[in-house]
């Protein structure tokens, strides 16, 4: 519990100071959020690879990996295998099967309840990820950037040797 918290506060202070567009955070997390839903396997890496390739924030994709496995795992068998089932009894038969014989895309497992059902729930989620996300760092990010440097306590806190001995484990700086 301890690592991920200090994963998370690595995440949040890498991306306040990180020089990237909020579509460059907002794609990465929902691209995390794929990644993070689909099981291990080539699509995890070929979804790594667009993150790394568009240049988007690959904390933000860690952290949206992270949390939608943690998500991915308690709703597996509740909610994602009959989402696949439904969206594959749904989807027409022959383009998908013949997608899923084919070398290279036969490796990515689309016919698979588990794929289908993360690639279904990922699509429903994919534009209110990506705006809320991009919304947000747009709108707060200044914000708290301000509120941070004027923070006196801060200011007090950074002489400390305790503080800045926590600030090394923490951020790594």
């Known amino acids: ?38 099981p291990p396997g080539l699509g995890t890496v070929c979804v790594f690879t667009v993150i790394i390739l568009v240049n988007l924030h690959f904390g933000s994709a860690m952290f949206g990996f992270g949390l ?6 308690a709703l597996q068998t509740v909610l994602i295998r009959p989402v696949g089932a439904a969206a594959l009894e749904i989807a027409p038969h022959d383009p998908l099967i013949a997608a899923a014989q084919t070398p290279i895309l036969g490796w990515l497992r689309l016919d698979y309840y588990d794929v289908a059902g993360a690639i279904a729930i990922w699509l429903v989620l994919a534009a209110p990820l990506f705006s809320g996300m991009s919304l947000f760092w747009k709108r707060f990010r200044p914000a708290l950037e301000k509120k941070l440097k004027k923070s006196r306590t801060l200011k007090v806190l950074s002489k400390m040797w305790l503080f800045k001995g926590l600030k090394y484990v923490f951020l790594g700086t």
């Open 1 to 38: 519990m301890w690592l991920t918290i200090i994963k998370f506060t690595r995440w949040l202070y890498k991306t306040l100071n990180a020089d990237l567009a909020p579509w460059q955070i907002g794609l990465g997390f929902t691209l995390g959020a794929l990644a993070g839903l689909l």
């Open 68 to 73: 939608f496995r943690l998500l991915a795992w």
